[in-house]
């Protein structure tokens, strides 16, 4: 190569090479071996708030002493002579990564460093965005899944007894066995029943039910299994599909089982058996495929015993039971659904009505003899007909207020006792009762209607163990 074009090949290198630092989106500075400035890119003002001409040609272990460059990563590669790679910040505040590489000549002496700097505050900012939104997205979800919870009047479960049950839906669910549920009227066997069907594979079909006790006889057989056009007086020209075929691809809930009457019972084990059925002034049999829920309040084994209950449906039903116990055996539920019931209600009306803390503990004395059903109906009576935004004890029904009334006249309130003393007395009693009714401190400051931390305090106070 002649001497021009070796001069030619060296001009163009070196534009491509001032074209390259120009160019870079990583901020470029190039010195040489002893730190001197050779080329930099015009975004250094905006990056450090000093111009190309007040930077070339000075040196970086003097820009470091002036804080310019922060610590000098340069420098540090001048002392090290490997690559290095730091984080620093501008005096703007800037958060830059920086990385120098050494260049050395062929005789293994330092000739120069290179030097990228990528501006991460952009970065950062647009991580802090990415957590704040996953932050809010993840509270979207959980209101979601509370809306979800919310509109399906899913099982209220606290006490141990219900979330026992709880997994049991979850388990039996996923299968096709039949599920006997058994409790007394009003502790919501339906809810459990939907619950079931909403995680199981049909959920996708429909949710059937039918109460065996509020159907008359007569007409019971005809609501079960449809009929034919014609077949008895009145009936509808066209026939009708009965409810055990409207469950077809779905979940057949035959709620008071035990009221159904005993040849009715012998036509429903074929059904379960055959998974078939001929509707009244009918031969054709219809295939019908359902998954079966029975629920009773009354007690099947007895029946079976005083031959009012076929055993072989009996056993037929009986694969999984599920025993749900009465509400006054389980307080802490009390308190979960009175919260639930009284925010869906609240809802429902668009109210903002509230409990006073002595009508909250005279609902969970009382006994609920109607269950769940009787303490919905409670307190949509109370949230409905009270004016005032806080619901008193003065508001409560008959029924219920009688029993607090009691327990309120077993408090011992002694005249020789100073009332600071008298008091005390009361607040302990309180404080014993609600540590028996609840499971958690948490549960009995709502009970109660004081903070946590009171809680605490009165515990230490009077010695009772949570």
Not at 19 to 40: A, C, K, N, W, Y
Not at 72 to 84: A, D, F, G, L, R
Not at 308 to 323: C, E, G, S, T
Request: proline share 3%; hydrophobic share 40%.
């Amino acid at each position: 190569m002649g001497k021009h074009q070796h001069h030619a090949q060296e001009e163009w290198l070196l534009q491509v090479l001032e074209g390259i630092v120009e160019t870079s989106r990583d901020h470029l500075i190039i010195t040489d071996g002893e730190g001197f400035i050779r080329m930099i890119g015009d975004s250094c003002e905006e990056m450090y708030g000093r111009s190309k001409d007040q930077l070339l040609g000075r040196n970086v272990i003097e820009l470091e002493q002036e804080k310019v460059f922060y610590p000098s990563v340069t420098h540090m590669v001048m002392q090290k002579n490997i690559p290095q790679t730091i984080l620093q910040e501008t005096k703007k505040g800037q958060q830059l990564m920086v990385s120098a590489y050494p260049i050395f000549s062929d005789e293994g002496k330092l000739t120069a460093v290179v030097n990228y700097s990528h501006d991460l505050t952009e970065i950062l900012e647009l991580k802090q965005r990415y957590e704040s939104m996953n932050q809010q997205l993840k509270q979207f979800e959980s209101e979601i899944e509370e809306l979800r919870e919310k509109n399906q009047d899913g099982v209220v479960a606290v006490s141990e007894a219900m979330l026992a049950i709880n997994r049991l839906i979850k388990k039996v669910a996923v299968v096709d066995s039949t599920v006997l549920i058994l409790g007394e009227s009003g502790v919501g066997k339906n809810v459990i029943a939907k619950e079931i069907h909403r995680n199981s594979r049909r959920s996708g079909g429909d949710f059937v039910e039918i109460n065996c006790g509020s159907i008359p006889e007569g007409l019971l057989e005809s609501e079960l299994f449809g009929y034919e056009a014609g077949s008895f007086t009145g009936a509808a020209k066209t026939g009708k599909k009965g409810i055990i075929e409207m469950a077809n691809g779905g979940t057949l809930l035959l709620d008071e089982l035990g009221e159904l009457p005993l040849p009715l019972q012998a036509k429903l084990l074929k059904v379960i058996q055959e998974k078939k059925l001929q509707r009244i002034g009918s031969t054709q049999d219809r295939e019908v495929d359902f998954r079966l829920i029975a629920a009773t309040n009354r007690n099947l084994e007895a029946m079976v015993k005083e031959g009012k209950f076929r055993q072989d449906l009996y056993f037929r039903l009986n694969v999984v039971p599920i025993h749900v116990p009465p509400l006054r055996e389980r307080p802490e539920d009390i308190a979960a659904l009175i919260r639930v019931v009284l925010r869906n209600l609240n809802e429902r009306y668009g109210l903002e009505k509230r409990l006073d803390s002595a009508t909250i503990a005279a609902l969970m004395q009382y006994d609920w003899p109607g269950n769940v059903r009787e303490l919905e109906n409670v307190l949509e009576r109370m949230v409905v007909t009270t004016d005032e935004e806080v619901i008193e004890p003065i508001h409560l029904p008959a029924e219920v207020a009688a029993s607090y009334v009691e327990q309120e006249e077993n408090v011992p309130l002694m005249p020789r006792f100073s009332l600071k003393e008298a008091l005390d007395q009361v607040e302990e009693k309180w404080m014993r009762y609600a540590s028996e009714r609840c499971r958690t401190t948490a549960e009995m400051a709502d009970f109660l209607g004081i903070s946590q931390p009171s809680v605490v305090r009165k515990l230490q106070k009077y010695r009772i163990r949570s």
